[in-house]
Every structure is written in structure tokens, then in C-alpha cells.
């Protein structure tokens, strides 16, 4: 394995990979349900799929069920990826490396908070509600928000991403091998003292 490019764990790899598609899943359905049901905004020229709503529903299912767990590991094992008490300080200098990151720290959070805003209010909302004509729900005004919002910080984190780690770390993760100390042999120990780190 190169050590010329940033090495990333092996479990942050999966979990945030499988997360990121399903989240792109998401998003693409999510936006073929609002321009099948709603297009208030704006809408593309595009034929009704008639099983979108039931498509995006598994697939927010999906990662309704999957996402706490990454939730946990982001702010336990991958705390250092997230915002920090200087990261705000350090926003001034975004044209120094410590400033991208710090940028880039800040927009993860963010992104995880959109996510999980997006799961919660897609979960309160009802199947019916769109094909009946029924825009004017908190939840559904919520959700389209979260969408948005989801939309953006993904983005963001893409274009900072690019700034920070540029193609090594794109290809970091998007690794398939990994270092014998990272084997999943050994997650059921670190998953033991994980939860021992808990107890008082």
C-alpha cells in the first residue's frame, strides 16, 4: 500500500462510502418525488415515475436503520473530523491549511446535522400526503429544507474536500486494501473497549 497518499481506517471507509451512496440515492429520488408531486419551485421536463415515492422511501429506510451507527462512530472514533472548539478561531485563516480544515470540519458537522434533520422529518411524513396534493405539511416543508440543506453541504464538502486532500485522499477513500493492525479480526475488541470507555 502507498504510503504516499493519507491512510484511511477501514470501518470509517464502509460506513462513510455506503452512507455517501446512500445518501446520493436519496437525493436523486428525493428530487424525482418533488418534481413528480411538487415542482412549486421549479420543475424539470422529465416523465413521472410512477414507483418514485415507494423507491425513495426504501432507500431512506435504508439509511434511517444504518445511519445512527455512523452517527456513533463520527462523533466517537471520528470526533477529529468534526468541528472543534478552535475551528471557528481558525476560520480566519482560510487561505492557510488549518483554515481549509477547519472549514472542512465545520461543514461535516453540518452535513450530519442535515442528515439527520432529513431522516427524521422523512420518517414523520406520510406516504400519501404528495399524491393527494398536500404540500402545506411542517414535516414535508421541513424535509424539503433538509434536502436543500443536504444538497449544499454536500457540495461543500465535496469542494473542500478537494482543497484539503485533493486526489490522494479521494483515492485514500476509496481504498480496498488495508493495514493488518485495521483487519476486521480485530473490530469485536475495539468494539468491546469502545463500550468499556462508557462505564464509570
Known amino acids: 500500500?502507498?504510503?504516499?497518499?493519507?491512510?484511511?481506517?477501514?470501518?470509517?471507509?464502509?460506513?462513510?462510502?455506503?452512507?455517501?451512496?446512500?445518501?446520493l440515492a436519496a437525493l436523486i429520488t428525493g428530487f424525482g418525488v418533488y418534481n413528480s408531486y411538487d415542482g412549486r419551485f421549479g420543475r424539470l421536463p422529465v416523465p413521472r415515475i410512477p414507483e418514485i415515492i415507494d423507491l425513495h422511501g426504501t432507500i431512506a429506510v435504508t439509511f434511517f436503520l444504518l445511519f445512527p451507527a455512523f452517527a456513533?462512530?463520527?462523533?466517537?472514533?471520528?470526533?477529529?473530523?468534526?468541528?472543534?472548539?478552535d475551528s471557528f478561531r481558525h476560520l480566519r485563516q482560510l487561505n492557510r491549511p488549518v483554515g481549509l480544515i477547519s472549514l472542512h470540519r465545520v461543514i461535516n458537522t453540518l452535513l450530519l446535522l442535515a442528515v439527520t434533520l432529513a431522516a427524521v422529518?422523512?420518517?414523520?411524513?406520510?406516504?400519501?400526503?404528495?399524491?393527494?396534493g398536500?404540500?402545506?405539511?411542517?414535516?414535508?416543508?421541513?424535509?424539503?429544507?433538509a434536502?436543500?440543506?443536504?444538497?449544499?453541504?454536500?457540495?461543500s464538502h465535496l469542494l473542500t474536500l478537494v482543497k484539503v486532500g485533493g486526489?490522494?485522499?479521494?483515492?485514500?477513500?476509496?481504498?480496498v486494501r488495508f493495514l493488518p493492525e485495521d483487519?476486521?479480526?480485530?473490530?469485536?475488541?475495539?468494539?468491546?473497549?469502545?463500550?468499556?470507555s462508557f462505564r464509570p
Not at 398536500?134 to 429544507?145: D, G, N, R
Request: with cysteine; proline share 6%.
Open 1 to 23: 500500500m502507498s504510503r504516499s497518499r493519507p491512510y484511511q481506517p477501514l470501518l470509517l471507509r464502509l460506513w462513510h462510502n455506503l452512507n455517501a451512496i446512500l445518501v
Open 72 to 85: 456513533l462512530y463520527s462523533f466517537h472514533a471520528g470526533k477529529q473530523r468534526l468541528i472543534q472548539a
Open 121 to 132: 422529518s422523512g420518517r414523520m411524513m406520510q406516504e400519501d400526503w404528495l399524491p393527494a
Open 134 to 145: 398536500e404540500l402545506h405539511h411542517t414535516w414535508y416543508s421541513l424535509h424539503l429544507i
Open 147 to 155: 434536502w436543500l440543506g443536504l444538497f449544499l453541504c454536500l457540495l
Open 167 to 175: 486526489k490522494p485522499l479521494f483515492q485514500a477513500m476509496l481504498e
Open 183 to 196: 483487519s476486521p479480526v480485530h473490530w469485536p475488541t475495539r468494539f468491546r473497549n469502545w463500550l468499556s
